[in-house]
């Protein structure tokens, strides 16, 4: 009679409640239910398209960023131009009148000349990361989006050559018809830099709308990416320690299956 000793399935049992258990682990470890392609490759597939939205929206996020803070810039020259430009006009005003000798309207021009190459100096030099801000036209694209096309333009403002078609640089206060005429040309270079400020306000207000936007967005997308590739701690843990258990009740039976296995050949053997 044949006799067959034969362990194969409690040892295989016991491989897959092993293999099992150091999944969970891993997973318990990384806080990942997918690790590997082998773990869901489609999942994996879809968790990385997400995780580079993500990653995209974070710097389009600082992109915008960045676009405010050019538009914070530019408006604050733009403001401390409207503080020297009131001034200006409030020295064309005092030396437009009649009642003041030569050298009271001198010393008003004096400062007056001072203000302009102050203004002349903000104009010329305002800039955000080396790049002039109030001096020539320029379009600075910003990247808002993940994808391509997402973008918003800001035009800044040629200052130096809308106050030059004004007849900025040509104004004096030497005589009070000459203060007449500069009271003038100030006031249209002010309604200019309203203009100005006015649309680069609306342009900062809307990347703030634009950064809102992507920020939601970037919750929901992880939100969603959490669901396909986060793990269940909870359940496992319960895999775990009901994979460990299994395989400690396979290492038990192995060891009494070998124990019958050498009886069998003792036996044999006498």
Partial sequence: MAITLNNDVSSTAGNRAQQASATSAQRIGSGLRINSAADDAAGLTISNRFSSQILGTQQAVRNANDGVSLIQTADGSLGSITDNMQRFRELAIQAGNGTLNDRDRAALNAEAVQLKEEINRIINSTSFNQVRLLNQDSSIDLQVGANSGET???????????????????????????????????????????????????????????????????????????????????????????????????????????????????????
């Avoid at 800044?156 to 203060?179: C, E, K, M, V």
């Fill in 152 to 270: 918003i333009a800001i035009d800044t403002p040629n200052l130096r050559q809308q106050f030059d078609d004004l007849g900025f640089n040509d104004i004096n206060l030497s005589s009070a018809s000459a203060a007449q005429s500069a009271i003038g040309v100030l006031d249209q270079s002010q309604d200019v830099i309203n203009a100005d400020a006015s649309r680069l306000g609306a342009i900062a207000n809307r990347l703030d709308n634009t950064i809102a936007q992507l920020q939601t967005s970037n919750v929901n997308a992880a939100a969603y990416r959490s669901q396909i590739q986060d793990a269940d701690i909870a359940r496992e843990v319960t895999e775990k320690t009901r994979n460990d258990i299994l395989l400690e009740a396979g290492i038990a039976l192995q060891q009494q299956a070998n124990l019958r296995s050498e009886l069998v050949l003792r036996l044999l053997s006498t």
